[in-house]
């Protein structure tokens, strides 16, 4: 079992940064891979990154590819989305999930991922 928690979000002007932080509780964090979702408001959930277990595998969607990086501290249990250029279609709640089996591969798909955080709120002004 592990407890996500997401924090770093908040209100910024297009074409700013911000970085979002998933803490995870549990000594195994590093045997999980974790993912980044978000849902924006009248719209489903979706996949924005993730990152694998053992070798740090990453994935992207389209919309976020070259503008946002995910990357991880095992030492810290903690999963970072740095998040710039940012457009207000990036405003959204963004929820951190960890898959704890699985293969080595960076999953996208929410069926995959077994936990998942309360999510935090990321709002682009444009």
């Known amino acids: 079992q592990v407890q996500l928690v997401e924090s770093g979000g908040g209100l910024v002007q297009t074409g700013g940064s911000l970085r979002l932080s998933c803490a995870a509780s549990g000594r195994t964090f590093s045997s999980y891979a974790v993912g980044w979702f978000r849902q924006a408001p009248g719209k489903e959930r979706e996949f924005v990154s993730s990152i694998s277990r053992l070798f740090g595998e990453t994935s992207y969607a389209d919309s976020v590819k070259g503008r946002f990086t995910i990357s991880r501290d095992n030492a810290k249990n903690t999963v970072y989305l740095q998040m710039s250029s940012l457009k207000p279609e990036d405003t959204a709640v963004y929820y951190c999930?960890?898959?704890?089996?699985?293969?080595?591969?960076?999953?996208?798909?929410?069926?995959?991922?077994?936990?998942w955080g309360q999510g935090t709120q990321v709002t682009v002004s444009s």
């Open positions: 999930a960890a898959r704890g089996a699985g293969g080595v591969y960076a999953p996208r798909l929410e069926a995959e991922f077994q936990y």
